[in-house]
């Protein structure tokens, strides 16, 4: 495949995390961290643009990093047939999780406060809620969201691994792909166990994985030829 297409995509895929991670600041900044279900409720109550904007953007973002992933795929198969389909496994699994969790909070959560209204279905649609909001730390669509990340750091350490050792212009940028995903592994376990310390992995890794494409984007644009 051609090289220059990944360098084209590595720049989308960083432009629209970019993007995606200043929504979030300014989410936080002006609603502060979700911790119980009544903060979670008024927050996908009463969306505004940033509400709109974070889910779209990382809607895209999803799409563009499993179109990445794919494309290193074609790119690491001859260094190594058999760790690079290991890898991309786990990214068709990966895609439908986080599409699933982040489309389903402009969807179904709609559906869900609208039924909210009506008393025959508050006790049910609560249940639901309770179930469905992404941002509320337990509920299901929260735990799928970090098993998506959590399956996503797996063929970034794997690729990251590959590219450090097909050839020594990789190898910066493969050391930060794998790094970014055992960031995001441990940030995984650490939300999950409640560890608020051990919960920065997941954003420490978003660095090393922008810094590895930023790499990546560079060395693929210069190239000239096919992989």
């Not at 992933?69 to 690079?84: D, H, Q, R």
């Not at 006790?123 to 969201?145: C, E, H, K, T, V």
């Not at 650490?190 to 560890?195: F, Q, V």
Request: with cysteine; hydrophobic share 55%; proline share 3%.
């Amino acid at each position: 495949m051609k090289t220059r297409f990944l360098g084209i995509l590595s720049s989308v895929v960083i432009f629209f995390t970019l993007f995606w991670l200043l929504i979030f600041i300014m989410i936080n900044a002006s609603h502060g961290p979700v911790k119980n279900f009544a903060q979670a409720l008024d927050f996908v109550s009463n969306p505004d643009l940033l509400f709109y904007l974070n889910y779209i953007s990382v809607l895209i973002v999803t799409l563009l990093v499993t179109s990445l992933f794919a494309g290193l795929y074609v790119f690491l198969k001859e260094t190594s047939a058999y760790w690079s389909v290991i890898g991309v496994i786990f990214i068709p699994a990966y895609c439908l999780l986080d599409l699933f969790a982040y489309s389903s909070q402009l969807i179904i959560i709609p559906i869900l406060l609208d039924l909210q209204k009506i008393p025959e279905h508050t006790l049910i649609s609560n249940f639901m809620l309770r179930l469905m909001i992404q941002q509320l730390p337990g509920s299901a669509l929260n735990i799928y969201n970090n098993i998506a990340y959590l399956l996503l750091g797996i063929p970034s350490i794997i690729f990251g691994v590959l590219l450090y050792k097909k050839d020594k212009i990789f190898y910066l940028a493969g050391l930060l792909l794998a790094i970014s995903g055992v960031a995001s592994i441990i940030g995984v376990f650490g939300i999950i166990l409640e560890n608020d310390l051990i919960g920065l992995g997941s954003l420490i890794s978003a660095f090393f994985f922008l810094g590895s494409l930023g790499l990546l984007s560079y060395i693929f644009l210069r190239s000239k030829g096919e992989s």
